[in-house]
């Protein structure tokens, strides 16, 4: 019995989406200057986003368009302590 519901669990949690929160923004709207490129993207990072209105995006082709999220959301505001993360990028 234990085996059933330890199974029945595990293909349960197995089929759960566990998304991130919503990020934190401090606009509503923003134009968006976006390049797909691996020109003037540093080595280790996957995308930038220089933010302002307009905001301008370099992500790498690697990358596209799983990571649109993440560079899209600090366009909007979001900041992550300034550390490196992959959150709001797709696997």
């Known amino acids: 019995m ?9 293909c349960v949690t197995g089929c759960a989406t566990f998304d991130a ?6 606009r509503d709207a923003v134009t968006i200057h976006f ?4 020109a003037g993207v540093p080595d280790g990072v996957s995308g930038l ?3 302002g ?12 368009p799983a990571c649109v999220t993440h560079e899209v959301a600090h366009c ?5 302590d300034d550390k490196p993360n992959s959150m709001y990028c797709k696997d």
């Open 76 to 80: 909007m505001g979001w900041r992550h």
């Open 21 to 26: 929160p919503t990020p934190a923004r401090d």
């Open 35 to 38: 390049r797909v490129t691996d």
């Open 53 to 64: 209105d307009p905001c301008t995006i370099i992500i790498r082709p690697s990358v596209y």
């Open 49 to 51: 986003a220089y933010p």
């Open 2 to 10: 234990r085996r059933a519901l330890a199974v029945l669990c595990l």
